[in-house]
């Protein structure tokens, strides 16, 4: 048995993938439980009432690290820098958020008063030019404890070239330093640029002791109730780690979320025959959007998190908007309607949870439309009834704008969706691919209720939906790779290297790469290994990639191919000037075996004719409107069911809101595939 | 021909910006200079066929190159037709770099290759690119004593670099004879070449997809809303007359200030901009030629709307009087290498004085404003090679309505990050002793301004000399609505253990260096914004516990008492000292 377990901003979702059951999964969903995400994880395992003792692997995907940097609730760390460079990360490389209008603001994720400087110095040959001063160290670990830190990283010039100076202090530090949490800069980025490198390291530094109290936490709640191995954690890049390990590389966890999202949206649409995706993922909180290509997710080592953020380990390239379900609208000062992106979330959550929240949302705005069904909420028994949240959208959005309860509503939507059209934009358009070559692909506990009319806005000519939307994230922990990616710095001209040295370092990554997915306690089909090298001209500061077939290249062919690649990418050719290798890079993907992902509904719950899977009928207000709409219930469907908008289509975690004018089909998989009429 | 539907006008607009962006990041992907591969000082874009004016140029591009190279190509368009330049031929790219042809200094060299849809001129695709060296008086280009345009290095007329797809050996000798570093240099021309090209790629391939007289469309609808858009955002501002004043510290070799006199009028939907009163041309190079001066507006007004969309249509509401007889309007042989770093940045923060009252939620009292050229030349003996490192650097940004100013942020006219330090001391014979907030730098206000930073940069091997042009070492960057300045731009030599101060503060050029030499710079503080008296005492008790300002500065700057066990605000103090 298999669980992947994903917790969301205002959700927490669990596929177990069990033979032994008649359907071979199940699938759970609970409400989050932000003070401690621990929670809402075990309730999941516990609701699906099997024996924790039986399940080989829990893979799960956390936001601990992610919401610990965009709120800055971070440990109290401190950081030791070469003398004269505290300051580094602080003042960045003289930027501005955008590139016109002269504000912006930042808040360095290390304080300056934590930030102590020792004397050392390295030079960019890794030659010591000021020995490391020991007892400067010893004073600085000492003067952080006393100021109350819990975690320290050291960060020193040049550290990629040599890390003598930042493997003493660490060594130091252990001495004195009551924990693990210690970090050393180029541990997790050996690449120079002291800015980035020092954030990443920062960034890590500050979310270790919270991932790691996270961890253990969930991890001895899980030995006590029987489970008998380590957890797996999701990464960003879309593999997974061990627990063990996850907490020392914290950093790697930010945006895994997102990733492993994307990760199932790939292998579901590839399935299915779908490779160009747009994914959209909207939940509670904000909104995710990404690009697969030719079924692969685009990979960046080059993401900030915000601005003036940057961490530079591999990551699935998603970008976050602040637009969710529980986005809250208001009238700015300047009487415009606004929504988000400050959110309900889940607690006190949108007014028709009844859990407490006053303010109106986009949940709510759905609800008045009739385009939620309200006994399908997670609400509470004391939720307020339709007809209150009515008159509370009318007072406090509509009101003001001359508006009744209803075009209050819509036009929440409407700003909601201009919001959430121009994110997409950003990563189809502005990459200057077409959205009409995509298929968007609609995930996450509200994206199906704005899919379609996102993708008559964009001029996307389809849509899908996969048979759970509502918990993509979590099927993308079970059906992920394992993966670890190694990169060695080299830095030699091409024609000066010994390629027994290259062959040789490819050989050792590979074989550490091999045992390390072989240590992990979960089955795998085949192993992968990817060869690469990144190369420049000497002179250049930027690298391009280049893919090696073999670890047994020869020079020729590495200088054959960068020269391929350099042409293909820029279109000029550079006799003058030699070739250098800088990087050598191996990339070790453990594949797992395929799941069926038409047991995501089970197959034997679904009716003969769309007639029995028709459960209601009510109106839903379409295009300034209210229209009677069909309502199918989705898990009813007939697995060839084919039919037109208007309908609403209710599942146990989303609502797809098909709008008149779509044109609905199945396929196999239980995918639904919607035309969208307007597009070309 | 029938309206162009929004769909398809959106995605051919954002087509375009991509095919901008695109040559933006291949000409910074393939550069071999730090300055253009880690600084981004460079831009791209497309111009119309005809006329030169802007289509499309990308969002990663330095500001200041907002307007300028649609009179670069313009001034082209016309050579070619008079004839002083030849008519193209499909595989031409030209090259030139004349200031007083619809250009800034002659450091920013730009291309421009004719690109043909079908064997039809569709646009040109023009780029430009800041050599680190051109040839004259002092390696970078820089030179702070030039009193004549030959003294600051080669010019170029418009002519061909290359030739039907192939480079023009002839051309490239004589470029080569007179720019130092000239070995390295290949590698930069075609990552130039190579932004072009894979623009020309980009392009066919969406005209391809959309027809060039729909892309025509589009362009010429695109032009018109931005238009549209910009008018209805200058709606904002009450019709009047608003003036200001800025100062450029001097010209480098005579020590007097010059003055930047503004007067912007608000009228019938349009704004008008008169620099009457400014000081005239000046012998020293911080005279402005008239592009840069056009494009210093553009980019201040840029600046305070921002979601407006780049092309010509977005400048059409704006009217500028030709400056003649002042420093702004340069002509030959006037030396020009200080317009586009620092004089433009002036005439920018000029806009924003006179603005800050009528719009002060959306303008900001002044950045640092200052590009912080800062040029090392030498031989390395070690690599046994000559060298030129160029170092800018950033100041504060100024206070704002809605928050203090931005520290370290990046010039008015730029968007480009430093040069990490880890890459200078691989590629240089330097070391750095220091890179730090500049304390105190921040000029007081309701909403302070950002700070400035130190660096210390000491010489390794070899002999070098230094020059500078920076600016606002003789006042700092204007506070607003009552908030003070910001900390003005310092420099310091010491060589051979004293303290040289350059004679005219922020500007100057052949400096021996020698080992061991040490160049210290501080950085401008931004200006604050709003009475100092009434900022937050908690914010001020903050930013002492961070070391940005000392307990003495908080009681004489913005008038709260700390309890001396450090633990917070004397609030009884603080209020005496407020409303005494």
Known sequence: ?680 | MKAIDPITLGVIQAGLQQVCDEMDLTFSRAAFSPVIAEADDRSDGIYDAKTGALIAQGEGGLPIFVGTMQFSTATLIEFIRDGRALPPEKGDVYIVNDPYLGGTHLMDVRFAMPFYYKDVLFCWLSNTGHWPDIGGAVPGGFSAKATEVEQEGLRLPPVKLVKRGKMDPEIYAIICSNIRLADQRIGDIKAQLAALNIGARQLTELLDRHGAKTVQAAIGEWRKRAARQMRARIARIPDGVYRSVAWVDSDGVVDEPLKIALAIEKKCGDIYFDFTGSSPPCRGPMNSVIATTYSSVYLAIKHIFPDVPINAGTFEPLHIKEPDGTFLYARYPRPVSGCAAEVSQRIAEAVFAALVEALPDIVTAAPAGSSGNFALGGFDPQKDRPYVMYQLSGGGYGGNARQDGLTNGCSTIGISKTQPIEVLEQIYPVLFEEYSLREGSGGAGRQRGGFGINYRVRLRRGNARASFVMDHGRVGPQGSLGGEDGARNLVTVYRNGEAYVPEHLSKDQDIAIAVGDVIAVSTPGGGGFGDPLARDPEAVFRDVGLGYYTQAEARDRFGVVLLDDGSGVDAPATAALRTG
């Open chain 1, 1 to 680: 048995m298999i669980a992947g377990i994903d917790v969301g901003g205002t959700f927490t979702d669990l596929v177990l993938l069990d033979p032994r059951i008649d359907g071979g999964m199940r699938l759970v969903k609970v409400l989050s439980t932000p003070e401690n995400q621990a929670f809402g994880v075990l309730g999941a395992l516990a609701e699906t009432g099997c024996d924790l003792a039986q399940i080989d692997a829990i893979i799960h995907g956390t936001t601990t690290t992610t919401n610990a940097v965009l709120e800055r609730k971070l440990a109290v760390t401190g950081m030791i820098t070469t003398r004269g460079f505290r300051d580094v990360i602080e003042v960045g490389r003289r930027t501005r958020p955008q590139a016109y209008g002269m504000f912006g603001a930042f808040e360095p994720v290390i304080p300056r008063n934590l930030r102590l400087e020792v004397a050392e110095r390295m030079d960019a040959d890794g030659k010591i030019v000021i020995p490391l001063d020991e007892d400067g160290v010893r004073g600085a670990v000492r003067a952080l404890l006393d100021a109350g830190c819990e975690s320290m990283v050291v960060h020193f010039l040049h550290a990629y070239a040599n890390p003598a100076h930042e493997r003493r202090a660490v060594a130091i530090a252990r001495e004195i330093w009551p924990n693990g949490y210690i970090t050393a800069g180029h541990e997790l980025l050996s690449e120079y640029r002291e800015y980035e490198r020092g954030v990443t390291a920062a960034v890590n530094a500050s979310v270790r002791p919270i991932l790691h109290r996270y961890i253990e936490r969930l991890q001895s709640e899980l030995t006590a109730r029987g489970f008998r191995r380590d957890l797996l954690i999701m990464n960003g890049n879309g593999g997974m780690v061990s627990a063990q390990i996850a907490d020392r590389e914290a950093a790697k966890t930010v945006m895994s979320g997102p990733a492993s999202g994307v990760m199932a949206a790939a292998h579901t649409a590839k399935c299915c025959g779908f490779d160009n995706l747009i994914t959209y993922d909207m939940g509670g909180t904000s909104s995710d959007v990404a690009l697969v290509l030719n079924a692969t997710p685009a990979v960046s080592n080059e993401l900030a998190l915000e601005y003036a953020m940057p961490i530079h380990v591999p990551m699935v390239d998603v970008r976050s908007i602040g637009s969710g379900g529980g986005s809250v609208a208001f009238i700015d000062d300047a009487g415009m309607l606004k929504v988000g992106p400050r959110s309900a979330g889940a607690a006190p959550g949108p007014i028709c949870y009844g859990r407490g929240g006053t303010e109106p949302t986009i949940t709510d705005a759905n609800l008045v439309l009739g385009r939620i069904n309200p006994d399908g909420l997670f609400a509470t028994s004391g939720a307020p009834p339709i007809a209150d949240i009515r008159e509370i959208l009318r007072q406090r959005i509509g009101a003001p704008l001359g508006l009744g309860a209803d075009q209050a509503a819509a036009a929440i939507l409407r700003i909601a969706n201009d919001r959430m059209a121009g994110a997409i934009r950003m990563v189809s358009l502005a990459k200057g691919h077409d959205p009409r070559d995509f298929t968007l692909f609609a995930f996450g506990g509200a994206g199906p209720l704005h899919a379609m009319a996102l993708a008559r806005e964009l001029g996307i000519p389809r849509v899908l939906v996969p048979g759970r939307p509502g918990i993509t994230n979590a099927l993308g922990c079970v059906v992920a790779d394992l993966r670890h990616d190694f990169v060695r710095t080299f830095n030699r001209p091409l024609d000066a290297i010994d390629i027994d040295d290259v062959r040789a370092i490819f050989t050792q990554q590979a074989a550490e790469g091999r045992r390390a997915i072989e240590d992990e306690p979960i089955d795998i089909e085949d192993i992968r290994v990817l060869h690469g090298a990144d190369m420049q001209f000497i002179g250049q500061t930027h690298l391009i990639d280049v893919p090696l077939p073999s670890p047994k290249v020869t020079r020729d062919t590495i200088q054959t191919l960068f020269e391929t690649a350099y042409f293909e990418r820029f279109r000029v050719e550079l006799p003058e000037i030699r070739a250098s290798l800088v990087n050598l890079k191996t990339s070790v993907i453990g594949q797992r075996p395929p799941i069926d992902l038409a047991m995501l509904i089970d197959p034997k719950g679904r009716k003969a004719t769309l007639d029995e899977a028709r459960i209601a009928a009510r109106p839903v207000w379409f295009d300034g409107e209210w229209r009677e709409a069909a309502i199918y219930a989705r898990d009813l469907l007939p697995i060839d069911a084919s039919f037109d908008g208007p309908a609403i289509v209710e599942q146990m975690d989303t609502t797809i809101v098909i709008e008149p004018g779509n044109r609905v089909a199945t396929d196999a998989d239980g995918n639904l595939l919607i035309h969208v009429e307007g597009a070309p």
